[in-house]
């Protein structure tokens, strides 16, 4: 295993240092693995979390117009209730707070715990579950469908909405909405290796690829050989269209790659996925290509839509300044 | 080979018509191969290149305080003169055009060229070649060091002095104190491959690494077994300081990814660094963390360093808007 770092046990901790040093308006709880804004804003509170491995989410996201922080948990597994208390105990500013939570068990039941717990202390805590990932209906890690790149978007909307001096169930209205209207599919060309196991969790074939795997490595929906740029895009975008009815209206595009891919293929592959929404008269507002969530050095893409409205564009245009997205 | 591709020949015009339709403030100029800003401004034009597959370099840098234009070649293979013509006399807006050159013989010889058949047509063109990787004196592709990751501090630096009316003289002036305050070192875990070769260019072991290899794969200083990201830091920062005095000076810091290495990682390495500079009384001013200057799917790493003072400073945090990099 070739990885650049001291310690597996130590990558969580020693990567979030790491974030505070270069951003400096970014603070680090130490051990409890939560980086949130240095100043608290008086309005509603939004944080995020799960797994490390997907970087930068959830922790790049942390700043004015997305997250107020993060919570981490060691790489591919959840952070634990206490970790969640401190990110929700720290940023409530007094007008509750929002949980934008990756549908998966573990982190169901650990945000869930933490929101029971913080209720007990009076803080009014809400939540919304993101299962954008259309490749399976249920899957190893999860009861329904798997959160992915798409939370990268309901991060961007609740976070807008917050800082527009909102209301905890208006906030919470936004996300639902963005969630309602987000769907995502993904592709994988080579497992990825964690850190504390030193080698690959499966292997696939040197012209083999996965589609629909999971951002952890969970199973899709088929092993195929290599596809070119525009049969994977055809692949890919046929998946999501099936399931949600795009046509007529406005979207943001998100390319994402899961870690190793180069940034040139991910354009290679925009660019045909906006010719197939050109030819079916879906409308593109608003483009972003790069990795959002990753899945460790993964080689791999997804592909999100999201429908927009008068508010979702607004919302999405709002700015934002974090080290993961950075608008206006 | 796994790449999201169709043709290994239309790699870069397809991924330039992408960045084009992800970015509308952007426009393609097919087959020369030129990204540029849509609106020309009256000011001195910023313009790079290079070879392809280093994304987001250098195409991902035009825009708002950065570059008027970026010419690309394919793939490892520097760009032809009338390339560089057309992004000369598309850009030039009357008051000049300053080329930001790497130092590889092949881009020194064309955008020289181009160089001469402007200034036939009395366009003003100055160059400054940018020469920051400490590893090698003379190397594969370049007499005397080649240049890396550093380009990017050089393209910041010369786009926000353009932006503030300064003369042709005074923008190749501040992209030359830059230069000269700069000093980068890199390492790679594996090589990468080129969509036309189809295998990777060379071989590294399980556990092997080598230090000081370029951005096309080419030789470094040496090779060992994989180290400690506190080891690391200190053969990657030992070679820079041996190079340059940056004692008692603020500075710029850049730990770039070469394109397969997760985001993580980088900040592991980031943490490090920062340790050894507060022990070395270096300042650091402001970090950058990220795919800045890759080199396809090579796992590895650079370090940069760039010495700051006031103007130097205050050009670094103007505001900046392009896909690869956003400030302000």
Do not use: W
């Not at 209205?173 to 850190?195: D, F, H, V, Y």
């Amino acid at each position: 295993m070739k990885k650049i770092i001291n310690e597996p046990t130590k990558v969580v901790s020693e990567f979030l240092k790491g974030m505070e040093k270069a951003h400096p308006e970014l603070e680090y709880t130490e051990k409890l693995e939560v980086l949130s804004r240095r100043e608290k804003s008086d309005k509603v509170a939004v944080i995020s979390g799960g797994g490390a491995g997907h970087e930068p989410a959830h922790a790049g996201y942390v700043g004015m117009g997305m997250l107020d922080a993060a919570v981490t948990g060691n790489v591919f597994s959840s952070p634990s209730p206490d970790r969640i208390i401190e990110a929700i105990t720290k940023m409530n500013a007094g007008k509750g707070v929002l949980m934008i939570i990756k549908n998966y068990s573990g982190d169901i039941m650990n945000f869930g715990l933490a929101k029971d717990l913080a209720e007990l202390e009076d803080i009014q805590v809400e939540s919304v579950v993101v299962r954008d990932d259309v490749a399976v209906k249920d899957s190893t890690y999860s009861t329904g469908r798997r959160g992915i790149a798409g939370t990268v978007f309901v991060h961007k909307i609740a976070g807008a909405k917050a800082e527009t001096g909102a209301s905890l169930q208006e906030v919470k209205a936004a996300a639902e909405k963005a969630i309602e209207n987000i769907r995502s599919m993904g592709m994988a060309m080579t497992p990825c290796t964690l850190p504390a196991v030193g080698k690959p969790g499966f292997l696939l074939g040197e012209d083999e690829v996965e589609i629909g795997m999971g951002i952890h490595g969970e199973p899709g929906v088929m092993r195929t050989t290599m596809k070119t740029a525009q049969e994977t895009a055809e692949i890919l975008l046929d998946k999501i269209l099936q399931d949600y009815d795009y046509s007529n209206s406005e979207v943001a595009l998100m390319v994402n790659g899961l870690g190793a891919t180069p940034l040139m293929e991910l354009y290679i592959l925009e660019n045909e996925i906006q010719t197939l929404l050109e030819e079916k008269q879906i409308k593109v507002y608003k483009t972003f290509v790069g990795n959002y969530m990753t899945a460790l050095d993964m080689s791999g893409c997804s592909v999100t839509l999201m429908k927009l409205d008068e508010e979702l564009k607004k919302l999405l245009d709002a700015p934002c300044n974090t080290p993961g997205l950075k608008i206006g």
